[in-house]
Every structure is written in C-alpha cells, then in structure tokens.
C-alpha cells in the first residue's frame, strides 16, 4: 500500500477545544486533501493542497483550517469543535504526470474517527 | 458543475448473483471515470478506471464502461461473494484542480 498514514484514528474531545488532525504521506505526492464522510453524504471535500503552502477550500470548510508546511504533512485544525464535527476524517493524496496527467486515482489514508461530545 | 449520481442502496443479494450498480454523470468535457470500493472500517481504495470513451475498466472480476453517450459507468460483477460486502463509490476527475467528484456510494450486501 501507499505511503499514507493519519492520526489518530480515534479521537473523542469535548466541544470548544482545539483538535489537530494529522496526515502523513512518504510518497512526495503534490496533492493532498482532506474529505469528511457522514452518512448521507457520501464524502465531502473540506481542504486541499497543491503544493507546499498552497491550499484552498472545499466544500464544507467553515469551522476547519489547514496547513501544510513540507511536502508530507497535511494538517487539519478544527479550531473549537461542535458536535456537528463529529464524523470519519479521511486524507487522500495523489500525483499527477509530468504532462498533468489525470489518470491516476488518489489514495485514501484509513480515517481518523472523532467524536465531539 | 460536475456531479455523480449513483443508486441508492443498500443492496442485497444473495452470493453468486450478477450484480450491477448504475452510475451515470455530469460533466463539462470528457473526464477520467472511477470505481472505488470500502471495505467495513477502512478507507476508499481504488478498484477500476476508465479515462476515455468506450474503455473499460476491469478488476477484481468487476467490470465498468465509459459510455459516452449515455454519460454512464455502471459497474457490475458476475458472480458477487460475501467479500465483496462493502460501499462502492462511483467517481470522476475533471481537469480541474485534479480533484475527483464522488457520488454519494452505494453499499452492496452479499448473503451467504
């Protein structure tokens, strides 16, 4: 399998606190991002990144921040959870060719479970 | 703007039937089309691509292919078994920002 790795992978915080979520990749993948899934709707995007201090907003993105200082890391910031936060956090990374190329598909980190009480 | 629409689920079958779940889109342009599957407990792993008009896509036994003309991509299997058990999650990429759009999945229920 990919170099991807998240943590934690289970969390519980209370709301109002500060939760870090970190994504971790060995694959020097350009593209990261950062999906919430809730049943119901499916996967939504909340951040992505395309390089090294370069992020913009997905879909879902209030509450949520991100940075991403070197390559490998992708964090996620929920800067005072609510219970509506409460949800599986994936990361996916992907390449693109040297002729951004898009065929390839992303590949997804196994989720960090958090539960904002 | 871009969107995939899968059928609804669950579906349940009984092991060896034929399965088929439909998934059709919207998009500007001629994107790559994807199949991803989850397993209980894990994230989304690729299982098939097609990336242009009458490719299929194949793997695992499952099978997948671009139509074009009726903006489809339904996956289907032949024989299903109790581990394919999982949510199947049609997807595309358009050239924009290299971010896939995902349909809403559709969880597949294989009874011994």
């Known amino acids: 399998d990919a170099g991807i790795t998240q943590s934690p992978r289970h969390k519980v915080t209370e709301t109002g606190t500060p939760v870090t979520l970190r994504c971790h990749q060995t694959e020097n993948h350009r593209y990261m991002y950062w999906y919430r899934q809730d049943p119901g709707h499916g996967l939504r995007l909340i951040h992505y990144?395309?390089?090294?201090?370069?992020?913009d907003k997905g879909e879902v993105s209030d509450g949520y921040s991100v940075s991403r200082s070197k390559t490998e890391d992708f964090l996620l910031t929920l800067e005072s959870a609510t219970s509506s936060q409460t949800s599986v956090y994936f990361c996916?990374?992907?390449?693109?060719?040297?002729?951004?190329?898009?065929?390839?598909?992303?590949?997804f980190g196994s989720g960090t479970r958090l539960t904002v009480v | 703007g871009n969107s995939v629409t899968q059928m609804e689920g669950p579906v349940t079958l009984s092991e060896e039937a034929f399965l088929t779940i439909n998934c059709t889109y919207t998009?500007?342009?001629?994107?790559?089309l994807f199949w991803y599957v989850q397993y209980p407990g894990e994230g989304l792993q690729l299982l098939l691509k097609?990336?242009?008009?009458?490719d299929k896509g194949s793997n695992k036994g499952f099978e997948a292919t671009y139509r074009k003309e009726t903006t489809s991509f339904h996956l289907e299997k032949g024989s299903v078994q109790v581990s394919d058990s999982a949510v199947y999650f049609c997807a595309l990429r358009y050239n924009a920002g290299n971010m896939l759009t995902f349909g809403g999945g559709t969880r597949l229920m294989v009874k011994p």
């Open positions: 097609a990336t242009k008009a009458d």
């Open positions: 996916a990374i992907s390449e693109t060719g040297r002729r951004g190329n898009i065929n390839y598909g992303y590949t």
């Open positions: 998009a500007t342009g001629y994107p790559s």
């Open positions: 990144s395309y390089g090294v201090k370069d992020t």
